[in-house]
């Protein structure tokens, strides 16, 4: 914990049931030496310091894979060996490094906000510099200024802030608490932010102008950064709803700040409200309006060099009797870099990380066995209440080295693909927001040199701890353990879904839809056409034209996209996904839209007949007639002769893929390519999809059973024409890409 006097927490605390019959907080936000004093008080009712060897740095580890043990060095001249070796240094726990020209020259006091002395500092009738305005300086510059003559704070990026009201955790949340404990521990452990915060469902840009403002004076009036940035559901991921709460705190700002130019000094306008640290303040903006607190910023008035007597700014010489650098960590990695880590075949964990950190599930990494982290780099972290995300990594280390004695092994890695996996993951689940937009620690964008990428994992604490478990109840999927009981591995990736498609899935899983086998082939279309009423529109075309050609057995209705460049074009001819059963020529409308524009080509989604009313084989029937028009009438439409390829969706794809055999069986057309997207490719139901994803969200085996019970009697599913796969040749069909899907 800092030291500095005004340091604090700023989430709620929980503690062991056990202590809290003789330890009551004071605050809900409690200051450091409370914290201090409560962490001595534990180490003492637990006989902790027996076990803890304090003034002691690690140097070094190294992996000794012939004795599968860790060589641990330490500052006190120790040797340590041990089988496992878990890395609990913190996340904001080493300082960054300085970089700032002429700090060694400073005759006066110099201080850092992360390693404040323990004895405190006085400032009283003391000039004093204080540079950077992160948590720390935001925290320590009201203080500052009570016992200082003058306070000068030099600002490169201003942070949003919103007031702390610190004091007596409020009666709801204690009311609450104590009717059910259990209850609000597991609330906590499940939250998206480890917090029991019931999520909004409403959208910040769904409701009036007044309502949105009251609820934000309400949430202002109550602080608490996870109910502040929550107080909407899509505050972090919608770029409009984030800019209407960020002008309600920079409103905030000016309102308080007497100054104009220094309101909007202070206002930050360069990233999105809460894609850096929100932080919590006493007095922190009102503190401006004191007549001997300046702000400088250094954006505009760059600091040149420190002096012998202060700070020199390309255009003014400032002196100074102290100078407090409260520039931050290097956060989530630098304590676990800072010792020299060396683990399989010489490779050091420094040297694994150089392009940002790899880790599995933010516990481990491959390369490094038996070596653990404690809210590492891909877990929730520093997004979250940091007790209960440490809580649950404890714990799950804690299982996981029982499981190991008790199966007879002694040595556990990730794998390679379980890595990547994960790396995706977080990635993809980071880029579901605004976060990446900020020059944040959370990005590594404080420390010069340091890779850009997004650190903790934003997927929530909840969903978070849900996937730990699943990977222990896999037989700890993702990872090989080995030892005298044998080798145990299990690799593979935990989250194979793309992160919005798995959030969109779960959502509907939430939403205890009825099954669409359960309703009929009206009620089912009914249900479809409602759900694509809300789907958000694709992007923008050159143009769209709707019309009809003559399919099998009548006329077929179809969308012509174009794209917005000169033509001709090539032409893709689309089938609509559904079972055969369900969608039209517009169910697809998005996709199409973005296949237009992203390939420069003309898209043309066909419409066919649908089961059960017109069974197999009138969909491909159709299909192919389609095609057979479009290729002859290439010109007219704007397309290129001798360029028209097929595809589809699901099983639109199907018939992409039967028309592409029937036009090498029959002579023609003649098409370049097809693109299949999770195409059916087999009515035998008795492929390795069929098992691994029979059960899950949406496309069940039973539903697909249903699909085929409208479409094609039993003997008929297995006619090439039903199931491309099993035609006699697969050669000299055009090329094809084909995208498949793992639910």
């Known amino acids: 914990t800092p030291l500095y006097s005004s340091a604090a927490s700023d989430v709620y605390k929980r503690q062991d049931p056990q202590l809290e019959k003789d330890w009551k907080w004071s605050e809900k936000y409690s200051p450091q030496p409370e914290l201090l004093r409560y962490a001595q008080h534990v180490a003492d009712r637990y006989d902790l310091r027996r076990d803890i060897e304090f003034s002691t740095r690690v140097g070094s580890a190294a992996w000794d894979e012939a004795a599968k043990r860790w060589h641990v060095s330490t500052s006190a001249g120790d040797e340590i060996t041990a089988r496992y070796y878990v890395m609990a240094t913190g996340t904001l726990s080493v300082p960054k490094e300085i970089d700032i020209d002429g700090t060694d020259r400073f005759k006066g006091e110099v201080y850092l906000t992360s390693r404040w002395p323990h004895q405190g500092v006085d400032f009283t009738g003391k000039r004093v510099a204080v540079i950077g305005t992160g948590s720390s300086a935001i925290q320590s510059i009201p203080v500052i200024a009570a016992q200082a003559d003058q306070v000068t704070v030099f600002q490169r990026t201003p942070n949003f802030s919103i007031p702390a009201h610190n004091g007596p955790v409020p009666t709801d949340v204690m009311a609450n608490y104590n009717n059910d404990r259990d209850a609000f521990r597991q609330a906590e452990r499940m939250s998206t932010g480890g917090a029991a915060v019931e999520p909004s469902t409403i959208s910040a840009l769904s409701v009036s102008d007044e309502e949105r403002l009251a609820t934000y004076e309400k949430g202002w009036a109550r602080g608490g950064i996870i109910e502040f940035l929550g107080m909407y559901m899509d505050h972090i991921t919608n770029a409009e709803a984030n800019g209407l709460l960020a002008e309600f705190v920079r409103n905030k700002i000016r309102s308080i700040v007497n100054d104009p130019a220094t309101a909007e000094t202070l206002c930050p306008k360069t990233y999105p409200i809460g894609t850096k640290r929100l932080c919590v303040d006493t007095g922190y903006y009102a503190t401006y309006n004191l007549p001997h607190v300046r702000l400088i910023d250094i954006r505009t008035h760059p600091i040149a060099t420190v002096t012998e007597q202060g700070v020199d700014l390309v255009d003014e010489s400032l002196e100074f009797d102290v100078i407090v650098f409260a520039t931050g960590f290097d956060a989530m990695t630098g304590a676990m870099v800072s010792v020299d880590i060396t683990g399989r075949d ?5 040297e694994a990380w150089a392009d940002g950190p790899m880790t599995y599930l933010g516990l481990t990494a491959a390369g490094f066995p038996n070596l653990f982290m404690v809210t590492g780099p891909g877990s929730p972290s520093v997004l979250s209440n940091m007790i209960v ?10 299982d996981c080295l029982v499981d190991l004695r008790h199966e007879g092994l002694d040595a556990i890695e990730p794998t390679q693909q379980a890595v990547d996996g994960w790396v995706r993951h977080v990635n993809e689940f ?7 937009q900020a020059n944040s620690w ?20 909840g969903a978070y701890r849900v996937t730990c478990d699943e990977v222990a109840a896999k037989q700890y999927l993702g990872f090989e353990r080995r030892g005298p009981g044998g080798t145990s591995r299990h690799d593979g990736v935990i989250r194979p879904l793309q992160a919005d498609v798995g959030v969109m899935l779960g959502v509907m899983a939430g939403m205890d839809l009825p099954p669409l086998e359960t309703m009929s082939a009206i009620e089912a279309r009914e249900f479809a056409a409602a759900g694509a009423a809300l789907r958000a529109p694709g992007p923008d075309v050159g143009e769209t034209i709707d019309g009809v050609l003559p399919g099998a057995a009548g006329d077929l209705n179809y969308r012509l996209y174009r794209p917005a460049s000169p033509g001709p074009h090539p032409i893709l ?3 609509h996904g559904g079972g055969w059963v369900l969608g039209d020529h517009d169910s697809d409308d998005p996709f199409c839209r973005d296949l237009c524009v992203r390939s420069g080509g003309i898209v043309i989604s066909v ?5 059960p009313e017109a069974r197999f084989p009138a969909a491909v029937d159709d299909a192919f007639a389609a095609v057979q028009w479009i290729t002859e009438h290439a010109i007219d439409l704007g397309g290129i002769p001798g360029q028209v390829a097929v595809g589809g969706w699901s099983a639109g794809a199907n018939l992409a893929a039967v028309v592409c055999q029937i036009a090498r069986d029959t002579g023609g057309p003649s098409l370049v390519g097809q693109l299949l997207i999770t195409p059916v490719t087999d009515g035998g139901a008795s492929g390795g999809s069929y098992a691994d994803n029979a059960e899950g969200y949406i496309l069940t085996a039973a539903l697909m059973n249903w699909f085929w019970d409208h479409y094609a009697d039993a003997a008929e599913r297995l006619d090439p024409k039903a199931s491309p796969l099993r035609a006699a040749s697969l050669a000299d069909l055009p090329q ?8």
Not at 430 to 436: C, E
């Open 607 to 611: 419409d066919y007949r649908h089961a």
């Open 573 to 575: 001819a689309y089938f």
């Open 346 to 350: 010489g490779l050091t964990l420094k």
């Open 389 to 398: 995300s440490i809580e649950q990594h404890v714990d799950w280390i804690t």
């Open 442 to 461: 959370y990005m590594g964008a404080n420390v010069p040199g340091k890779a850009r990428v997004f650190m903790p994992y934003a997927g929530g604490v």
């Open 736 to 743: 094809a890409f084909v995208v498949t899907c793992e639910f």
């Open 430 to 436: 980071a880029d579901l927001t605004l976060m990446p």
